[in-house]
């Protein structure tokens, strides 16, 4: 069974720094697109960025680009999405997801509060 843990959620001030990782256990997890998402309250799940597992491409939403930074690590079956110069809102519960061509998995997420 495919299993996603995040971690690195917090409380952070703006302007700061988190780190979020997602581990993943069970599957290869070389093959799978990774991606985070978030929700805010009131608002539906986005896109934040995602990473393609053969060539490590690429994608990041509008609000995001220059901010954040999505990478993996193979190796340790791991995602990350680096995000600096954190604003109000970011604010959000930050989920992972893998995705390959027939299954789509979901990590229970990690809250992020940007607050002074």
């Known amino acids: 069974q495919v299993q996603l843990v995040e971690s690195g959620g917090g409380l952070v001030q703006p302007g700061g720094s988190l780190r979020l990782s997602c581990a993943v256990s069970g599957s290869k997890f070389s093959i799978y697109v990774m991606s985070w998402y978030r929700q805010a309250p009131g608002k539906t799940r986005e896109l934040v960025a995602s990473?393609?597992?053969?060539?490590?491409?690429?994608n990041y939403a509008d609000s995001v680009k220059g901010r954040f930074t999505i990478s993996r690590d193979n190796t340790r079956e791991t995602v990350y999405l680096q995000m600096n110069s954190l604003k109000p809102e970011d604010t959000a519960v930050y989920y992972c997801?893998?995705?390959?061509?027939?299954?789509?998995?979901w990590g229970q997420g990690t809250q992020v509060t940007v607050s002074s």
């Open positions: 990473i393609t597992g053969t060539d490590g491409t690429t």
């Open positions: 997801k893998a995705r390959n061509d027939v299954y789509t998995y």
